[in-house]
Protein backbone atom coordinates (compact mmCIF):
# COMPACT_ATOMS: atom_id res chain seq x y z
CA UNK A 1 0.00 0.00 0.00
CA UNK A 2 0.92 3.57 -0.65
CA UNK A 3 2.05 5.18 2.33
CA UNK A 4 0.57 8.64 1.15
CA UNK A 5 -2.81 7.18 0.46
CA UNK A 6 -2.69 6.07 4.25
CA UNK A 7 -1.83 9.26 5.46
CA UNK A 8 -4.03 10.70 2.84
CA UNK A 9 -5.16 13.74 5.20
CA UNK A 10 -1.87 14.91 5.70
CA UNK A 11 -0.82 14.47 2.00
CA UNK A 12 -4.39 16.51 0.96
CA UNK A 13 -4.19 19.28 3.24
CA UNK A 14 -0.21 19.70 2.12
CA UNK A 15 -1.46 19.75 -0.86
CA UNK A 16 -3.93 22.32 -0.31
CA UNK A 17 -1.22 24.52 1.67
CA UNK A 18 1.10 24.10 -2.29
CA UNK A 19 -1.99 25.30 -4.39
CA UNK A 20 -2.93 27.81 -1.91
CA UNK A 21 0.88 29.23 -2.53
CA UNK A 22 1.19 29.12 -6.29
CA UNK A 23 -2.58 30.39 -6.76
CA UNK A 24 -1.64 33.46 -4.29
CA UNK A 25 1.38 34.04 -5.53
CA UNK A 26 0.91 33.47 -9.02
CA UNK A 27 -1.78 36.26 -9.06
CA UNK A 28 0.29 38.52 -6.83
CA UNK A 29 3.33 38.06 -8.75
CA UNK A 30 1.45 38.90 -12.37
CA UNK A 31 -0.01 42.22 -10.53
CA UNK A 32 3.04 43.19 -9.32
CA UNK A 33 5.14 42.14 -12.42
CA UNK A 34 2.88 44.29 -14.77
CA UNK A 35 3.51 47.46 -12.29
CA UNK A 36 7.47 46.97 -12.45
CA UNK A 37 7.03 46.42 -16.49
CA UNK A 38 4.92 49.84 -16.07
CA UNK A 39 7.95 51.20 -14.68
CA UNK A 40 10.31 49.67 -16.76
CA UNK A 41 8.77 51.88 -19.30
CA UNK A 42 7.65 54.80 -17.96
CA UNK A 43 9.73 58.15 -19.08
CA UNK A 44 10.16 58.78 -14.95
CA UNK A 45 14.07 57.73 -15.24
CA UNK A 46 14.11 57.07 -11.66
CA UNK A 47 11.08 54.63 -12.14
CA UNK A 48 12.91 52.74 -14.89
CA UNK A 49 16.18 52.65 -12.51
CA UNK A 50 14.59 51.08 -9.75
CA UNK A 51 12.27 48.50 -11.83
CA UNK A 52 15.83 47.54 -13.76
CA UNK A 53 17.23 47.60 -9.99
CA UNK A 54 14.20 45.22 -8.69
CA UNK A 55 14.39 42.37 -11.94
CA UNK A 56 18.14 41.97 -11.42
CA UNK A 57 18.29 41.55 -8.16
CA UNK A 58 15.77 38.85 -7.56
CA UNK A 59 16.69 37.46 -10.86
CA UNK A 60 19.87 36.81 -9.29
CA UNK A 61 19.69 36.08 -6.15
CA UNK A 62 18.55 32.71 -4.95
CA UNK A 63 14.84 31.99 -4.04
CA UNK A 64 16.14 29.87 -0.68
CA UNK A 65 18.30 32.62 0.38
CA UNK A 66 15.83 34.73 -0.07
CA UNK A 67 13.29 32.87 2.15
CA UNK A 68 15.94 31.99 4.79
CA UNK A 69 16.42 35.71 4.99
CA UNK A 70 12.39 36.65 5.10
CA UNK A 71 11.83 34.14 8.25
CA UNK A 72 14.84 34.20 9.70
CA UNK A 73 15.91 37.97 9.42
CA UNK A 74 12.81 40.26 9.15
CA UNK A 75 11.72 38.64 13.04
CA UNK A 76 14.81 39.98 13.88
CA UNK A 77 13.84 43.36 12.57
CA UNK A 78 10.81 42.84 14.83
CA UNK A 79 8.51 41.95 11.63
CA UNK A 80 6.58 38.89 11.94
CA UNK A 81 4.35 36.87 10.00
CA UNK A 82 2.88 33.36 10.07
CA UNK A 83 5.15 30.99 7.92
CA UNK A 84 3.15 30.30 5.08
CA UNK A 85 2.14 34.19 4.37
CA UNK A 86 5.67 34.76 4.35
CA UNK A 87 6.60 32.22 1.64
CA UNK A 88 3.73 33.35 -0.37
CA UNK A 89 5.00 36.94 -0.07
CA UNK A 90 8.82 36.35 -0.95
CA UNK A 91 7.47 33.89 -3.99
CA UNK A 92 5.42 36.80 -5.23
CA UNK A 93 8.25 39.22 -4.96
CA UNK A 94 10.88 37.14 -6.26
CA UNK A 95 8.51 35.68 -9.59
CA UNK A 96 7.58 39.14 -9.98
CA UNK A 97 10.60 39.37 -11.90
CA UNK A 98 10.13 36.92 -14.03
CA UNK A 99 6.98 38.12 -15.04
CA UNK A 100 8.22 41.41 -15.70
CA UNK A 101 10.96 40.06 -17.86
CA UNK A 102 8.28 38.26 -19.66
CA UNK A 103 5.65 41.21 -19.86
CA UNK A 104 8.66 43.53 -20.81
CA UNK A 105 9.06 41.44 -24.20
CA UNK A 106 5.50 41.17 -24.51
CA UNK A 107 5.21 45.43 -24.82
CA UNK A 108 8.21 45.04 -27.26
CA UNK A 109 6.14 43.02 -29.42
CA UNK A 110 3.60 46.00 -29.68
CA UNK A 111 3.94 47.96 -32.37
CA UNK A 112 5.62 51.69 -31.91
CA UNK A 113 2.67 52.81 -34.52
CA UNK A 114 -0.08 51.23 -31.94
CA UNK A 115 1.47 53.67 -29.38
CA UNK A 116 1.47 56.57 -31.90
CA UNK A 117 -1.85 56.37 -32.93
CA UNK A 118 -3.36 56.47 -29.31
CA UNK A 119 -1.06 59.28 -28.07
CA UNK A 120 -2.19 60.75 -31.60
CA UNK A 121 -6.18 60.85 -30.30
CA UNK A 122 -4.98 62.23 -27.18
CA UNK A 123 -4.88 59.67 -24.74
CA UNK A 124 -2.93 60.18 -21.66
CA UNK A 125 0.53 58.08 -21.49
CA UNK A 126 -1.20 56.06 -18.64
CA UNK A 127 -4.24 55.92 -20.45
CA UNK A 128 -2.21 54.30 -23.84
CA UNK A 129 -0.72 51.52 -21.99
CA UNK A 130 -3.61 50.16 -19.77
CA UNK A 131 -5.85 50.37 -22.92
CA UNK A 132 -3.72 49.88 -26.08
CA UNK A 133 -0.35 48.66 -25.05
CA UNK A 134 -0.27 46.07 -22.09
CA UNK A 135 -3.76 44.30 -23.38
CA UNK A 136 -1.28 43.39 -26.52
CA UNK A 137 1.45 43.05 -24.83
CA UNK A 138 -0.09 40.30 -22.09
CA UNK A 139 -1.73 38.76 -24.85
CA UNK A 140 1.47 37.63 -26.20
CA UNK A 141 2.80 36.37 -23.30
CA UNK A 142 0.30 34.11 -22.16
CA UNK A 143 2.63 31.13 -22.63
CA UNK A 144 5.67 32.28 -20.95
CA UNK A 145 3.81 33.56 -18.23
CA UNK A 146 2.30 30.13 -17.74
CA UNK A 147 5.80 28.92 -17.70
CA UNK A 148 6.33 31.44 -14.97
CA UNK A 149 3.75 30.08 -13.27
CA UNK A 150 4.67 26.39 -13.68
CA UNK A 151 7.92 26.93 -12.12
CA UNK A 152 6.66 29.11 -9.07
CA UNK A 153 3.99 26.42 -8.62
CA UNK A 154 7.21 24.15 -8.40
CA UNK A 155 9.69 26.85 -6.19
CA UNK A 156 6.53 26.33 -3.39
CA UNK A 157 8.68 22.65 -2.65
CA UNK A 158 11.45 25.43 -1.58
CA UNK A 159 9.17 26.29 1.34
CA UNK A 160 9.49 23.13 2.87
CA UNK A 161 13.38 23.90 3.75
CA UNK A 162 12.03 26.95 6.38
CA UNK A 163 9.18 25.52 7.97
CA UNK A 164 5.72 25.42 5.72
CA UNK A 165 4.31 22.21 5.95
CA UNK A 166 3.42 21.95 1.91
CA UNK A 167 3.45 18.99 -0.30
CA UNK A 168 7.15 18.34 -0.27
CA UNK A 169 7.56 18.70 3.47
CA UNK A 170 4.31 16.41 4.29
CA UNK A 171 5.76 13.58 2.21
CA UNK A 172 9.42 14.19 3.62
CA UNK A 173 7.71 13.64 6.97
CA UNK A 174 5.80 10.34 5.98
CA UNK A 175 8.88 8.99 4.46
CA UNK A 176 10.75 9.35 8.04
CA UNK A 177 8.12 7.09 9.30
CA UNK A 178 7.50 4.61 5.91
CA UNK A 179 11.01 4.50 4.38
CA UNK A 180 10.08 4.30 0.96
CA UNK A 181 11.55 6.51 -0.35
CA UNK A 182 11.42 5.81 -4.31
CA UNK A 183 7.41 5.61 -4.05
CA UNK A 184 6.93 8.12 -1.97
CA UNK A 185 9.06 10.70 -3.76
CA UNK A 186 7.93 9.45 -6.95
CA UNK A 187 4.19 9.72 -6.03
CA UNK A 188 4.88 13.37 -4.60
CA UNK A 189 6.98 13.98 -8.23
CA UNK A 190 3.74 12.68 -9.71
CA UNK A 191 1.66 15.16 -8.14
CA UNK A 192 3.65 17.94 -9.03
CA UNK A 193 3.38 17.01 -12.77
CA UNK A 194 0.15 17.10 -12.35
CA UNK A 195 -0.26 20.76 -11.41
CA UNK A 196 2.06 21.54 -14.05
CA UNK A 197 0.22 20.05 -16.61
CA UNK A 198 -2.92 21.65 -15.45
CA UNK A 199 -1.19 25.14 -15.52
CA UNK A 200 0.18 24.79 -19.05
CA UNK A 201 -2.70 23.25 -20.58
CA UNK A 202 -4.68 26.39 -18.61
CA UNK A 203 -2.17 29.01 -20.37
CA UNK A 204 -2.88 26.98 -23.69
CA UNK A 205 -6.61 27.03 -23.59
CA UNK A 206 -6.10 31.22 -22.64
CA UNK A 207 -3.48 32.36 -24.79
CA UNK A 208 -5.87 30.88 -27.97
CA UNK A 209 -8.81 32.64 -26.67
CA UNK A 210 -7.24 36.02 -26.19
CA UNK A 211 -4.88 35.28 -29.43
CA UNK A 212 -4.88 39.16 -31.57
CA UNK A 213 -5.96 38.11 -35.36
CA UNK A 214 -3.33 39.44 -37.29
CA UNK B 1 -6.08 76.96 -37.28
CA UNK B 2 -2.67 75.70 -37.84
CA UNK B 3 0.98 77.66 -37.91
CA UNK B 4 4.69 76.73 -38.51
CA UNK B 5 7.14 79.89 -37.39
CA UNK B 6 10.55 79.42 -38.13
CA UNK B 7 10.37 75.05 -37.20
CA UNK B 8 14.16 73.54 -37.39
CA UNK B 9 14.37 69.72 -36.55
CA UNK B 10 17.23 67.16 -36.99
CA UNK B 11 17.87 64.03 -36.35
CA UNK B 12 21.29 63.63 -35.37
CA UNK B 13 23.31 65.37 -37.81
CA UNK B 14 20.27 65.86 -40.71
CA UNK B 15 18.80 68.84 -41.01
CA UNK B 16 15.23 67.16 -41.83
CA UNK B 17 13.32 70.77 -41.50
CA UNK B 18 14.98 73.73 -42.56
CA UNK B 19 13.34 76.91 -41.38
CA UNK B 20 9.87 76.50 -41.91
CA UNK B 21 6.94 78.70 -42.05
CA UNK B 22 3.42 77.62 -43.04
CA UNK B 23 0.01 79.12 -42.04
CA UNK B 24 -2.74 77.02 -42.60
CA UNK B 25 -6.55 78.61 -42.32
CA UNK B 26 -9.27 77.10 -41.05
CA UNK B 27 -11.53 74.90 -43.68
CA UNK B 28 -8.13 74.93 -45.82
CA UNK B 29 -7.11 71.70 -47.24
CA UNK B 30 -3.12 72.03 -47.96
CA UNK B 31 -1.40 68.76 -49.88
CA UNK B 32 2.00 68.58 -49.05
CA UNK B 33 3.89 67.02 -51.97
CA UNK B 34 7.52 66.15 -52.65
CA UNK B 35 10.14 63.32 -53.05
CA UNK B 36 11.24 60.88 -50.07
CA UNK B 37 12.94 62.23 -47.54
CA UNK B 38 12.01 65.61 -48.40
CA UNK B 39 10.49 66.38 -44.76
CA UNK B 40 7.02 66.13 -45.10
CA UNK B 41 6.10 63.24 -43.03
CA UNK B 42 8.18 64.73 -40.30
CA UNK B 43 6.66 68.06 -41.23
CA UNK B 44 3.00 66.55 -40.89
CA UNK B 45 4.18 64.32 -37.32
CA UNK B 46 5.18 67.38 -35.83
CA UNK B 47 2.03 69.47 -35.63
CA UNK B 48 0.55 67.09 -33.22
CA UNK B 49 3.97 66.64 -31.64
CA UNK B 50 4.78 63.25 -32.81
CA UNK B 51 7.99 64.45 -33.66
CA UNK B 52 9.35 67.80 -31.26
CA UNK B 53 11.22 70.56 -33.03
CA UNK B 54 14.40 71.80 -31.93
CA UNK B 55 13.64 75.74 -32.83
CA UNK B 56 10.83 77.69 -33.97
CA UNK B 57 7.08 77.34 -32.95
CA UNK B 58 3.69 75.67 -34.04
CA UNK B 59 0.64 77.10 -32.87
CA UNK B 60 -2.88 74.97 -33.51
CA UNK B 61 -5.71 77.20 -32.92
CA UNK B 62 -3.93 79.54 -31.85
CA UNK B 63 -2.18 77.83 -28.79
CA UNK B 64 1.52 76.88 -29.14
CA UNK B 65 2.32 73.66 -28.49
CA UNK B 66 2.60 72.80 -25.13
CA UNK B 67 5.14 70.11 -24.19
CA UNK B 68 4.52 66.17 -23.14
CA UNK B 69 1.38 66.19 -20.25
CA UNK B 70 -2.38 66.57 -19.88
CA UNK B 71 -1.99 69.94 -21.80
CA UNK B 72 -0.46 68.37 -25.29
CA UNK B 73 -2.89 65.34 -24.93
CA UNK B 74 -5.15 67.71 -24.66
CA UNK B 75 -4.33 69.53 -28.08
CA UNK B 76 -3.90 65.93 -29.54
CA UNK B 77 -7.58 65.44 -28.69
CA UNK B 78 -8.54 68.61 -31.23
CA UNK B 79 -5.72 67.22 -33.90
CA UNK B 80 -7.11 64.00 -35.80
CA UNK B 81 -4.03 61.91 -37.16
CA UNK B 82 -4.24 59.24 -40.01
CA UNK B 83 -1.08 57.24 -40.58
CA UNK B 84 0.30 55.39 -43.53
CA UNK B 85 -0.12 51.94 -41.71
CA UNK B 86 -3.95 52.77 -40.00
CA UNK B 87 -2.45 51.73 -36.61
CA UNK B 88 -5.45 50.29 -36.04
CA UNK B 89 -5.93 48.96 -32.62
CA UNK B 90 -5.33 45.38 -33.48
CA UNK B 91 -7.12 43.56 -30.11
CA UNK B 92 -10.13 45.74 -30.62
CA UNK B 93 -13.03 45.62 -32.99
CA UNK B 94 -13.54 48.59 -35.40
CA UNK B 95 -16.42 49.98 -33.41
CA UNK B 96 -14.25 49.85 -30.70
CA UNK B 97 -11.83 51.26 -32.17
CA UNK B 98 -13.74 54.41 -33.04
CA UNK B 99 -15.39 54.79 -29.30
CA UNK B 100 -12.09 54.30 -27.64
CA UNK B 101 -10.95 57.73 -27.36
CA UNK B 102 -14.36 59.51 -27.14
CA UNK B 103 -15.22 57.58 -24.37
CA UNK B 104 -11.47 57.73 -22.20
CA UNK B 105 -10.52 60.71 -23.57
CA UNK B 106 -14.02 62.97 -24.00
CA UNK B 107 -15.69 60.97 -21.28
CA UNK B 108 -18.59 60.41 -24.05
CA UNK B 109 -21.42 58.53 -22.18
CA UNK B 110 -20.62 54.81 -24.35
CA UNK B 111 -24.55 54.71 -25.74
CA UNK B 112 -23.64 57.95 -27.18
CA UNK B 113 -20.21 56.94 -28.37
CA UNK B 114 -21.64 53.98 -29.88
CA UNK B 115 -24.29 55.72 -31.86
CA UNK B 116 -21.97 58.43 -33.34
CA UNK B 117 -19.38 55.66 -34.16
CA UNK B 118 -21.87 54.17 -35.76
CA UNK B 119 -23.13 57.17 -38.02
CA UNK B 120 -19.35 57.44 -38.96
CA UNK B 121 -18.70 54.06 -39.69
CA UNK B 122 -21.48 54.17 -42.39
CA UNK B 123 -20.03 57.49 -43.72
CA UNK B 124 -16.98 56.18 -44.44
CA UNK B 125 -18.57 52.88 -45.94
CA UNK B 126 -17.93 50.45 -43.34
CA UNK B 127 -20.46 50.11 -40.45
CA UNK B 128 -21.41 46.34 -41.58
CA UNK B 129 -17.97 46.02 -40.42
CA UNK B 130 -18.42 47.45 -37.06
CA UNK B 131 -17.85 44.26 -35.12
CA UNK B 132 -15.28 42.72 -37.06
CA UNK B 133 -11.32 43.03 -36.09
CA UNK B 134 -8.42 45.31 -37.95
CA UNK B 135 -6.97 42.17 -39.17
CA UNK B 136 -10.24 41.26 -40.78
CA UNK B 137 -10.56 44.06 -43.07
CA UNK B 138 -8.92 45.33 -46.27
CA UNK B 139 -6.35 48.06 -46.47
CA UNK B 140 -8.69 50.21 -47.70
CA UNK B 141 -11.18 49.32 -45.65
CA UNK B 142 -8.77 49.72 -42.39
CA UNK B 143 -7.47 53.02 -43.46
CA UNK B 144 -11.47 54.19 -43.78
CA UNK B 145 -12.05 52.81 -40.08
CA UNK B 146 -8.82 54.44 -39.46
CA UNK B 147 -10.05 58.05 -40.48
CA UNK B 148 -13.54 58.11 -38.74
CA UNK B 149 -11.83 56.84 -35.36
CA UNK B 150 -10.30 60.56 -35.91
CA UNK B 151 -13.21 62.09 -36.80
CA UNK B 152 -14.74 60.59 -33.52
CA UNK B 153 -13.19 63.43 -31.20
CA UNK B 154 -14.51 66.40 -33.56
CA UNK B 155 -11.17 67.20 -34.38
CA UNK B 156 -10.52 71.01 -35.93
CA UNK B 157 -7.94 69.95 -38.06
CA UNK B 158 -7.09 66.41 -39.59
CA UNK B 159 -3.43 65.43 -40.71
CA UNK B 160 -2.95 62.72 -43.62
CA UNK B 161 0.70 61.03 -43.15
CA UNK B 162 0.69 59.21 -46.79
CA UNK B 163 -3.06 57.71 -45.91
CA UNK B 164 -2.83 55.96 -49.35
CA UNK B 165 0.78 55.10 -49.45
CA UNK B 166 0.32 51.22 -48.13
CA UNK B 167 -2.93 50.59 -50.04
CA UNK B 168 -2.97 48.35 -53.18
CA UNK B 169 -3.59 50.69 -56.08
CA UNK B 170 -7.74 49.87 -56.29
CA UNK B 171 -8.11 50.57 -52.68
CA UNK B 172 -6.70 54.35 -53.28
CA UNK B 173 -10.06 55.94 -54.56
CA UNK B 174 -11.90 54.42 -51.77
CA UNK B 175 -9.63 56.50 -49.30
CA UNK B 176 -9.60 59.36 -51.62
CA UNK B 177 -12.83 59.60 -51.94
CA UNK B 178 -14.09 59.92 -47.89
CA UNK B 179 -10.82 62.56 -47.81
CA UNK B 180 -12.61 64.59 -50.67
CA UNK B 181 -15.77 64.71 -48.98
CA UNK B 182 -14.43 65.73 -45.83
CA UNK B 183 -12.69 68.50 -47.68
CA UNK B 184 -15.56 69.70 -49.58
CA UNK B 185 -17.34 69.66 -45.97
CA UNK B 186 -14.68 72.49 -45.08
CA UNK B 187 -12.94 70.13 -42.80
CA UNK B 188 -9.19 71.81 -42.11
CA UNK B 189 -6.53 68.99 -43.73
CA UNK B 190 -2.88 69.52 -44.00
CA UNK B 191 -2.23 66.16 -46.67
CA UNK B 192 0.88 64.55 -47.22
CA UNK B 193 0.38 61.82 -50.12
CA UNK B 194 1.86 61.30 -53.90
CA UNK B 195 -1.65 61.15 -54.86
CA UNK B 196 -1.66 64.27 -57.76
CA UNK B 197 -4.73 63.62 -58.85
CA UNK B 198 -6.13 63.75 -55.24
CA UNK B 199 -3.88 67.30 -54.82
CA UNK B 200 -5.42 68.78 -58.00
CA UNK B 201 -8.50 67.65 -57.25
CA UNK B 202 -9.42 68.76 -53.64
CA UNK B 203 -6.37 70.55 -52.13
CA UNK B 204 -6.72 73.90 -51.97
CA UNK B 205 -3.06 74.97 -52.14
CA UNK B 206 -0.01 72.97 -52.52
CA UNK B 207 2.97 72.85 -51.05
CA UNK B 208 5.89 71.49 -52.17
CA UNK B 209 9.06 70.11 -49.93
CA UNK B 210 12.48 69.24 -50.85
CA UNK B 211 15.40 68.38 -48.63
CA UNK B 212 13.73 70.34 -45.35
CA UNK B 213 12.46 73.14 -47.25
CA UNK B 214 9.31 74.86 -48.83
CA UNK B 215 10.31 74.89 -52.20
CA UNK B 216 6.92 76.25 -53.11
CA UNK B 217 3.82 77.03 -52.63
CA UNK B 218 0.87 78.12 -54.95
CA UNK B 219 -2.64 76.94 -55.97
CA UNK B 220 -3.10 73.13 -57.49
CA UNK B 221 -3.75 74.20 -61.10
CA UNK B 222 -0.97 76.63 -61.06
CA UNK B 223 1.99 74.03 -59.37
CA UNK B 224 0.96 71.55 -61.49
CA UNK B 225 0.66 73.82 -64.69
CA UNK B 226 3.23 76.48 -64.27
CA UNK B 227 5.42 75.54 -61.23
CA UNK B 228 7.88 78.39 -60.57
CA UNK B 229 10.88 76.60 -59.42
CA UNK B 230 13.09 74.51 -61.38
CA UNK B 231 12.70 71.49 -58.43
CA UNK B 232 9.21 71.01 -58.57
CA UNK B 233 9.22 70.98 -62.55
CA UNK B 234 11.62 67.65 -62.45
CA UNK B 235 9.82 66.60 -58.90
CA UNK B 236 6.23 66.75 -61.30
CA UNK B 237 8.08 65.06 -64.19
CA UNK B 238 9.51 62.54 -62.48
CA UNK B 239 6.09 61.58 -61.09
CA UNK B 240 3.57 61.88 -63.60
CA UNK B 241 5.73 60.80 -66.44
CA UNK B 242 4.66 57.26 -65.34
Not at chain 1, 45 to 61: C, E, M, S, T
Not at chain 1, 161 to 186: D, H, M, R, W, Y
Request: charge should be neutral.
Amino acid sequence: MNPLIDNLGLVLEALGTTLLMAVVAGVGSIVLGVLVTVARVSPIRALRVAAFGYVQFFINVPLLALLLLAVFALPDAGLMLPLTPTAIIVLIVYEAAYVAEAVRSGVNTVAVGQLEASRALGLTLAQSLRLVVLPQALRAVVQPIGNVMIALAMNTALAAAVGVVELTAAVNKINLVAAQPILIFSSAGVIYMGIALAIGLAAGRVERKVAIVR
Amino acid sequence: MVSLRGVDKYFGELHVLKHIDLTVQASEVVVVVGPSGSGKSTLCRSINRLESIDAGEIRVDGEPLPVEGPALAALRADVGMVFQSFNLFAHRTVLENVTLAPINVRRVPKVDARREAMELLDRVGIADKAGHLPAQLSGGQQQRAAIARALAMRPKVMLFDEPTSALDPEMVGEVLDVMASLAAEGMTMIVVTHEMGFARRAADRVVFMDQGQIVEEAAPDQFFDAPGSERARSFLASVLSH
